[in-house]
């Protein structure tokens, strides 16, 4: 299989975590699914992921000291693999893992997806179980020094014990014939031990294994820019930030970040901004806010993210989406950015503004985004040559946004834009 055919655009969807935390149930994520179904699926939003620890059935009973409950009650089956936690997703019972929620999400035209932490239970390896596959067990594949500093759950694997690339080729067999389309593998993508550039192949090799094509997202980020070859060779996504949130420092610092990975952004393989902190969030973590973004924010987090390329993934709840957000995230002139553009690149970057172009795929036009990252109401003003555009012929110039058009006769583009704010301008021939 080839995996760059796996998501020929980038992927877009809802996860869980930035609203539900590690206490997400099957009747909330149903209801999700339902409203995406509904509302987004045919702009393009099309996978359902469920974030960290649904294999937990003690999630958040401790949140007030722990985020991960040290050593807590687990689902998990004679072989050493993680299943749901049945008292918050009963249709898992009687042996059926995510099998029943899986069909019911691909019933109403999407995907599914799960996260997954590197390696192997620990309680498996304390425990020496069986794995499926290989006689060897949990605690010979299992290397106790390669453990996650923010989560108790796993030990890294032994990439060079007899029986490692077994084990993970069993959980991907699971997860096939669960119907999972897409895994979100924690602790392995900024290579905090020495084994997850090894664990990253592994994982790669047990998707190939399966016959399932399953969409490959490595977290926590910052990715490492001197392993991008790899990133690319093995994965779909990779996260260039380590979570994201609705924080104005966080969002002006993507700007360097995207800099530094627009060359790597190609077909099946994407820098990952993070997911999008839109609506209400929070309420895991014990405070149900609405994002504390403004709109001239929300506005330039959505064009950087769509020019650049990121995957969209939604950490909002669904359900209670207003107009304003829901407007944002159903513009198809916008979101066309993510399937029929190549190229991007910023051009221009200093302390009060940003400007990036992009050139559509199937059409005869360009991208232009201007980004004011000021605090004051500027005129952000660039000169065609800057661009690279040439702007004799240019029929329209649209702002996709405002729905705004405006003149071409001049040797330079300018406008004026909020603070924090950005306008997205097509260029049509």
Not at 165 to 194: P, T
Request: proline share 4%; aromatic share 14%.
């Amino acid at each position: 299989m080839d995996k760059n055919k796996f998501s020929p655009a980038p992927p877009m969807g809802w996860n869980s975590y930035d609203y539900y935390d590690t206490m997400v149930n099957e009747e909330q994520v149903r209801a999700n699914a339902d409203y995406m179904a509904g509302h987004l699926k045919s702009f393009g939003w099309e996978y359902v992921v469920i974030d960290i620890e649904w294999y937990s059935c003690e999630a958040g009973s401790q949140r007030d000291k722990y985020q991960y409950l040290p050593f807590g009650s687990l689902e998990i089956d004679e072989y050493a693999r993680l299943l749901p936690c049945k008292k918050r997703f009963p249709s898992s019972a009687d042996g059926n893992g995510f099998k029943p929620l899986a069909d019911y999400i691909h019933g109403l035209g999407l995907k599914f997806g799960i996260h997954i932490m590197r390696g192997i239970p620990r309680i498996a390896a304390h425990n020496h179980m069986g794995l499926y596959g290989t006689d060897a067990t949990a605690a010979e594949i299992a290397d106790p020094s390669s453990i996650c500093f923010w989560n108790p759950d796993m030990y890294g694997l032994d990439v060079n014990a007899k029986g490692a690339q077994e084990y993970y080729n069993s959980i991907f067999e699971l997860y096939a014939a669960w119907g999972v389309d897409f895994i979100k593998c924690d602790d392995i993508c900024r290579h905090d031990m020495k084994s997850a550039e090894a664990e990253t192949q592994m994982l790669y090799k047990a998707i190939q294994r399966s016959g399932r094509p399953m969409v490959l997202s490595l977290s926590p980020g910052p990715a490492l820019i001197n392993k991008a070859w790899h990133y690319e060779k093995y994965a779909n996504m990779w996260r260039i930030t380590d979570d994201f949130w609705d924080s104005w420092p966080l969002l002006l610092n993507m700007f360097e970040r995207c800099e530094i990975w627009q060359n790597h952004v190609s077909g099946g393989c994407y820098p990952d901004c993070d997911m999008l902190p839109l609506g209400y969030i929070g309420k895991g973590f014990g405070e149900e806010r609405y994002t504390r973004f403004t709109k001239e924010e929300q506005i330039t987090m959505m064009t950087l993210w769509c020019i650049f390329r990121s995957p969209l993934m939604l950490g909002a709840e669904l359900t209670k989406l207003d107009s304003w957000t829901l407007s944002l995230l159903t513009n198809k002139q916008v979101l066309r950015l993510l399937d029929h553009s190549a190229g991007a690149r910023q051009v221009i970057r200093d302390n009060h503004q940003a400007v990036w172009v992009s050139k559509d795929t199937s059409e005869d036009a360009y991208y232009l985004a201007l980004f004011n990252l000021s605090d004051d109401v500027r005129i952000i003003k660039t000169a065609w040559e800057e661009t690279g555009i040439i702007p004799a012929g240019i029929s329209t110039l649209e702002e996709l946004w405002s729905k705004e058009t405006q003149k071409t006769d001049l040797d330079y583009i300018e406008t004026e834009i909020k603070p924090h704010g950005a306008k997205l301008f097509k260029l049509r021939y």
